[in-house]
């Protein structure tokens, strides 16, 4: 109990006093190294080093790339013109063409920020042109956005195999179903919420124009089933798959779609290595943190803690999940994947959950962190590009952010709906 206290009031107590959460992660590992005599200098310059120096991680910055490639290549603009030209005469069909357009870029890159961000720009004045509120639009895109984070190939869950020690293909693969049932409960949210507003319905596309659509947008529809086929055959790695969508982003980009210039190229070569940067500091301090976990057998301290609920992996799920929301609330994705993940695990494997379940349930329930306030990352991103008030946003979220919580409540009932699929994809 007393290990368990230090990790939880250094790291907590360093963030409340503002210091950013690397360097708090830094400061935790260092308060378990003096409680436990264990304190080197030597041990947290490696552990930095070590932490960035891992092959599955290389995906991260290659996937952060292709998303922006996709923005600034005009990949991501043609996915949403297929989606209006297919579905964008239904009485709200620009919702729709919303969700439709998250799913496939979802599948695409793997970033929640930079996905909403593109839907935002582009979806949100034409949705209010039509005489949808603002607020619900914004909310929509935003929920719509941390669909991302669990389709492959997700960056978040690259962060949990790495942290976990998980198969990242494997979550991959298991992520595919769960995050399509994101979508379908947003787009029943969608036709709820919808119906009791007054819209100009567009007329349906004639069968030319939806050819159109497709003949330009299907170099970008090739891209995730060249991923999941690549990675379902075993013909690459998840790192590998990186390095292959940001070729095929910028050569269609370069080649096929000709949009990309010299100039924005550099934008997005700094944009992406910013990103980067970033988040692998990140991943390097929190496994500085996770070597110190693992030497106070901190999991066991936690595993004494929830003994009483060990024998009921349900109840157990749920308890976990209340926790990440709770925490989300405060705290970005990739935090609290990287400090939980290694300390949640071996909790999870001892109650008997199957770790790819587990990790997927987790990634999912971080995503939702991205969508509640205070912090709520994708929310800013979209109030900001969308030019909506933030307290708004976050009003116009609530139906959708339901649904998706619901959508978990349901795996969580009922786990065969996310291990059958997933079986049969291995």
Same mark, same amino acid.
């Given at each position: 109990?007393?290990?368990?206290?230090?990790?939880?009031?250094?790291?907590?107590?360093?963030? #409340?006093? &503002?210091?950013?959460?690397?360097?708090?992660? *830094?400061?935790?590992? %260092?308060?378990?190294?003096?409680? /436990?005599? +264990? !304190?080197?200098?030597?041990?947290?310059?490696?552990?930095?080093?070590?932490?960035?120096?891992?092959?599955?991680?290389?995906?991260?910055?290659?996937?952060?790339?292709?998303?922006?490639?996709?923005?600034?290549?005009?990949?991501?603009?043609?996915?949403?013109?297929?989606?209006?030209?297919?579905?964008?005469?239904?009485?709200?069909?620009?919702?729709?063409?919303?969700?439709?357009?998250?799913?496939?870029?979802?599948?695409?890159?793997?970033?929640?920020?930079?996905?909403?961000?593109?839907?935002?720009?582009?979806?949100?004045?034409?949705?209010?042109?039509?005489?949808?509120?603002?607020?619900? #639009?914004? &909310?929509?895109?935003?929920?719509?956005?941390? *669909?991302?984070?669990? %389709?492959?190939?997700?960056?978040? /869950?690259? +962060? !949990?195999?790495?942290?976990?020690?998980?198969?990242?293909?494997?979550?991959?693969?298991?992520?595919?179903?769960?995050?399509?049932?994101?979508?379908?409960?947003?787009?029943?949210?969608?036709?709820?919420?919808?119906?009791?507003?007054?819209?100009?319905?567009?007329?349906?596309?004639?069968?030319?124009?939806?050819?159109?659509?497709?003949?330009?947008?299907?170099?970008?529809?090739?891209?995730?089933?060249?991923?999941?086929?690549?990675?379902?055959?075993?013909?690459?790695?998840?790192?590998?798959?990186?390095?292959?969508?940001?070729?095929?982003?910028?050569?269609?980009?370069?080649?096929?779609?000709?949009?990309?210039?010299?100039?924005?190229?550099?934008?997005?070569?700094?944009?992406?290595?910013?990103?980067?940067?970033?988040?692998? !500091?990140?991943?390097?301090?929190?496994?500085?943190?996770?070597?110190?976990?693992?030497?106070?057998?901190?999991?066991?301290?936690?595993?004494?803690?929830?003994?009483?609920?060990?024998?009921?992996?349900?109840?157990?799920?749920?308890?976990?999940?209340?926790?990440?929301?709770?925490?989300?609330?405060?705290?970005?994705?990739?935090?609290?994947?990287?400090?939980?993940?290694?300390?949640?695990?071996?909790?999870?494997?001892?109650?008997?959950?199957?770790?790819?379940?587990?990790?997927?349930?987790?990634?999912?329930?971080?995503?939702?962190?991205?969508?509640?306030?205070?912090?709520?990352?994708?929310?800013?991103?979209?109030?900001?590009?969308?030019?909506?008030?933030?307290?708004?946003?976050?009003?116009?979220?609530?139906?959708?952010?339901?649904?998706?919580?619901?959508?978990?409540?349901?795996?969580?009932?009922?786990?065969?709906?996310?291990?059958?699929?997933?079986?049969?994809?291995?």
């Amino acid at each position: 109990m007393v290990i368990i206290a230090i990790f939880v009031l250094s790291l907590l107590g360093a963030m #409340a006093i &503002g210091v950013p959460i690397s360097y708090a992660l *830094i400061l935790c590992a %260092l308060a378990m190294m003096y409680h /436990l005599d +264990l !304190f080197d200098a030597q041990i947290v310059a490696q552990g930095l080093v070590n932490g960035a120096d891992s092959f599955p991680l290389m995906a991260v910055p290659f996937f952060m790339l292709a998303g922006e490639l996709m923005n600034a290549g005009g990949l991501s603009r043609r996915i949403v013109n297929m989606a209006i030209a297919l579905v964008g005469h239904i009485k709200g069909g620009l919702g729709y063409v919303t969700i439709l357009a998250a799913c496939v870029l979802a599948s695409l890159s793997g970033s929640a920020a930079a996905d909403a961000a593109a839907l935002a720009a582009l979806l949100v004045p034409m949705m209010v042109k039509v005489g949808h509120d603002k607020a619900t #639009a914004g &909310g929509l895109v935003a929920a719509s956005g941390i *669909i991302a984070p669990v %389709l492959p190939p997700s960056i978040g /869950l690259i +962060l !949990f195999g790495v942290a976990a020690n998980v198969s990242i293909t494997k979550l991959f693969l298991a992520g595919i179903t769960p995050g399509l049932m994101m979508g379908a409960s947003l787009c029943i949210a969608w036709a709820i919420v919808s119906r009791r507003e007054t819209l100009i319905t567009r007329p349906r596309a004639p069968m030319r124009e939806v050819a159109k659509a497709f003949y330009e947008g299907v170099w970008a529809l090739l891209l995730p089933v060249i991923i999941l086929v690549g990675l379902r055959a075993g013909i690459f790695t998840p790192t590998e798959a990186g390095v292959v969508a940001a070729v095929y982003a910028l050569f269609v980009s370069l080649v096929i779609y000709r949009e990309l210039t010299w100039k924005s190229m550099y934008q997005v070569l700094v944009s992406s290595v910013m990103t980067t940067a970033m988040v692998m !500091f990140l991943v390097a301090s929190a496994m500085v943190a996770a070597w110190m976990i693992t030497v106070a057998d901190l999991p066991s301290s936690v595993v004494e803690v929830l003994e009483p609920l060990m024998d009921s992996p349900r109840l157990l799920m749920l308890l976990i999940v209340a926790i990440i929301v709770l925490i989300g609330m405060a705290m970005d994705m990739s935090p609290i994947i990287l400090i939980l993940a290694p300390v949640m695990m071996p909790v999870a494997v001892a109650a008997g959950i199957d770790p790819i379940y587990f990790g997927v349930i987790f990634v999912m329930t971080c995503a939702i962190g991205l969508i509640t306030p205070p912090v709520g990352l994708v929310l800013n991103v979209v109030a900001g590009v969308a030019k909506i008030d933030f307290v708004a946003t976050v009003r116009g979220v609530l139906p959708f952010l339901l649904a998706e919580l619901l959508i978990i409540g349901l795996l969580l009932a009922f786990p065969q709906l996310l291990l059958v699929p997933a079986q049969w994809l291995y």
